[in-house]
């Protein structure tokens, strides 16, 4: 009922164990693991009748509500047991992996949960059935309607699940290889676990690794990091003196350049790639094909400013456009939220996807451009501009705004 990571294929185990499956056989630097295949998922549900969901609220909160509450069956949990000892039954990550996930046409950035810090057949078992569940979860209906999905028959919609081991990094980022062999690998980075700056709650550092080995960097100050502590995630204050330190060297830098070149020839494309630090050693946590490539950076790459044409940030998304700033701080700000309305926050995780159905751009405080939100308002075609500190007080709520998510900056009308 599960299977061995290094034996995962896309058409059993979904796009994103396919990948990690791939680059294991190719003897790349993955974490090993198991996979929790469609059929298990297909045997969970199959008396449910999930039918043809049209993406109505009523009928997916009933199909995500009746996934939750049922137990998980003794075989499986049994299998997931003899698949944790043979691991050495340490902490593990706990990720979905979708039908239709991770393509060249759709990443579903960051829609389907995954869980780090996981310890236990029985937290396993628990984790599995959300990663289930969450196929029908807001954030993951809202991606697949803004992707023409949301018609799709149910027996198109199957989740697997990886569960690898935990790694407790020092250094996560994102790297995005190349389309074009002129062009540079683009890599983000800070302290601790990934979920930081996939999630874009911190602005990491940033590196462009050119085809001739040159790095350029820009180094942000990064204040929080993420941890495990037990089967906990915390966030801790990065220490005053490391701040502002670059979280790898030119030298590692260029070594992760050359892995992702190894993982696109493996994978036959540039790629979105998730990896980390641990122990000194630097490991793939996840690869998928690059759905919209981020804007170049513009001089003074990274940085914040007050300039005469009013903010400026990092690039994110490119476009123009003009609309009413809606400062938007939690969920609870979310009802506000007008189509074309320009959200202005804090950061945006995954949880904020459909507002960006709606929303005409995005600017943030926090984030890089590699983050799951930046990805998906590229995907869905509107501008961002990420990384302006203090953005939710310096821009007014109610007023209109200019952002071009090409350079990178943002005008208030009456600037």
């Known amino acids: 009922m599960v299977v061995p990571l290094v034996e995962a294929v896309v058409d059993t185990c979904g796009g994103k164990a396919g990948a990690l499956g791939a680059l294991r056989r190719a003897g790349l630097p993955v974490p ?55 691991l050495g039954d340490p902490p593990v990550a706990v990720r979905s992996s979708a039908a239709k996930e991770d393509t060249g046409q759709a990443s579903a950035a ?69 389309a074009d062999p002129n062009e540079a690998t683009r890599i983000e980075a800070s302290w601790g676990l990934g979920p930081s700056i996939v999630e874009g709650k911190v602005t990491p550092d940033a590196y462009r690794v050119s085809e001739d080995g040159s790095v350029t960097r820009t180094v942000a100050d990064k204040q929080k990091r993420l941890d495990r502590r037990g089967t906990q ?21 260029t070594q992760l350049a050359e892995l992702g070149k ?20 630097t490991w793939v946590l996840q690869a998928r094909p690059v759905t919209a490539a981020p804007p ?59 507002l960006l159905r709606i929303a005409a751009g995005v600017v943030t405080e926090t984030g890089g451009v590699l983050s799951h939100a930046a990805i998906v308002a590229r995907e869905h075609g509107i501008p961002a501009v990420l990384g302006i500190p203090n953005a939710t007080s310096r821009l007014r709520d109610d007023t209109i705004i200019t952002i071009d998510g090409t350079t990178g900056t943002v005008t208030a009308a009456n600037a």
């Open 32 to 86: 090993d693991g198991f996979v929790v295949p469609f059929a298990a998922y297909l045997a969970a549900v199959h008396d449910l009748n999930l039918g043809w969901l049209a993406g109505e609220s009523d009928e997916v909160d009933a199909a995500r509500q009746a996934i939750e509450a049922r137990p998980v069956d003794a075989a499986l949990i049994d299998a997931l047991g003899r698949a944790l000892d043979k």
């Open 110 to 178: 960051g829609q389907h949960e995954s869980f780090l810090a996981v310890h236990g057949v029985s937290e396993v078992a628990k984790a599995v059935r959300a990663c289930w569940a969450s196929l029908f979860s807001p954030r993951a209906i809202a991606y697949r309607a803004a992707s023409g999905r949301n018609d799709q028959p149910s027996d198109d919609l199957l989740m697997a699940v990886i569960v690898q081991r935990h790694l407790d990094a020092e250094v996560s980022g994102v790297m995005f290889t190349p």
């Open 233 to 253: 995630l915390v966030i801790r204050d990065v220490p005053t003196a490391v701040r502002n330190q670059p979280t790898v060297d030119d030298a590692t830098a």
């Open 262 to 281: 190894q993982i696109a020839a493996t994978l036959g494309g540039p790629q979105d790639i998730e990896w980390a630090i641990a122990d000194g050693r």
């Open 296 to 354: 170049p950076p513009t001089p003074p790459s990274g940085a914040s400013a007050i300039t005469a044409a009013g903010l400026t940030g990092m690039p994110g998304s490119h476009g123009t456009v003009t609309g009413t700033a809606r400062i938007v701080r939690g969920f609870g700000d979310f009802a506000r939220v007008r189509p074309g309305d320009i959200l202005v926050c804090p950061f945006t995780d995954p949880a904020w996807t459909p």
